[in-house]
């Protein structure tokens, strides 16, 4: 009876499907990343990754 259900069923919606719901996650993280406040997290994520000790300003800077 499930084989016959499936069989039977229009498969043509399922990639329409999978395209809306990969670009509803698309917009999503892109408005989530540049969400307001959030360029001061960024910029200290990428500076952690250079840290060798010294404090260092937004411009590079030595303080």
Same mark, same amino acid.
């Given at each position: /009876?499930?084989?016959? =259900?499936?069989?039977? /069923? ?14 509803? =996650?698309?917009? #999503? =993280? ?15 994520? #990428? ?17």
């Amino acid at each position: /009876m499930k084989k016959e =259900v499936i069989a039977s /069923m229009d498969m043509s919606i399922l990639p329409t499907i999978g395209l809306l719901l990969f670009l509803a =996650v698309f917009i #999503g =993280v892109f408005l989530w990343s540049f969400r307001k406040g959030s360029k001061l997290t960024y910029e200290e994520a #990428g500076l952690k990754a250079l840290e060798d000790g010294e404090v260092v300003n937004s411009k590079g800077e030595l303080q």
